[in-house]
């Protein structure tokens, strides 16, 4: 296997291994996961299962559930020409399979254990759209603007990895709509564009992290993208929003990649520390880490990502553990930490002992391999 196709299976099981992981932890506050691991939230550097829901070792929330939608859809396209809104179409098909049913192991008519608000609005108007017009549109979906969970940028990255040709615009439509099905707040869809465009300088390109997230920073600023945005939007003349609103949005995207890039934001010292800590801003003023305590918003979990991959004296284990120690939304921000890392330091960075409890390890390294099979 080459040291490419390690660093694209790095990234899809990276965030499969970080949500499994993170699972047993979901909804713990940094100081809870302090007082019950001592010393100083030392949490078990093992896929435990557990968690508020249960989980056996290994089984897949949320976050993984949805990235294998997006990843069959990849699969189920593959060569057959397809475009942006074809693919997300057949995306926001799987979503709706896993949302009502039948899915790998629950029955049709039983609902996913552990499901976001806007995840369940926006599947939920997809589903009335498909009622009223017999047609799947992921344009005529999403919880609205001010919906800004971390529920889209948790699936995104089958994108980065396998959308066909490689060109920046495709990428920005296809990562576009499949966020829209759910969330088509600006802010998540531009949080799923710079993750994309890192994931995809990482994984594929082979850059350095502080050049894959400079890439994502571009994406995110090039006037283009605003362009894509809307335009991919548009359905029977109707934007889908304000490019004025679109540029704010753009405006909180660009700080928050800023503020995982100040050299005093670590996931380690927030491990330490918890979420509240203040970093050294560029000014020299103090700024707080993380004042929502990555508990879903969005960008909390993007700037853990970030910061993340750009510590590079550290291991894709103990970055993850960190991130998860953080608390709050440990599986999710776990996800999206270890896609990252994942597509950084390629599949045999992370530990065996973890990705042989997957659930679907087998089945998203035999898809991965058949999509990269096609590039040689
Ligand atoms: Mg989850």
Redo the contacts with the bound molecule.
Sequence with gaps: MSTKEKRILGALLGVHAG?SFG?AH?FETWQAIRARFPPNGAIPRAVTGGGPFGWSPGHA???TDMTRAVLLAYKDCHSMGADSLSVARVASKHMLQWFYGPWVDRPAGSWPA?IGGATTSGLSLLAKTIENSGQVDPRKAGAGHGSCGNGSLMRCIPTALFSEGGDQQRLVEETTLISAVTHNDWRCILACIAYNAMVRALAVDAATPAAAVEAGLEAVTDPQTANSILSILTVDGQRPGQMSTLRDAKDEVVAAIEKARLPGFRVAVLAEEGPHVKIEGDDGAEVEALPLEGRGFVLDSLILAIAAVLDTTRSWEDLIVDVVRVGRDT??NGAVAGGLVGARDGIDAIPESWLSTLQFREEFTSIANQLMGSEK
């Design positions: 949500d699972a979901e929330t949320d976050d552990d599986d999710t």
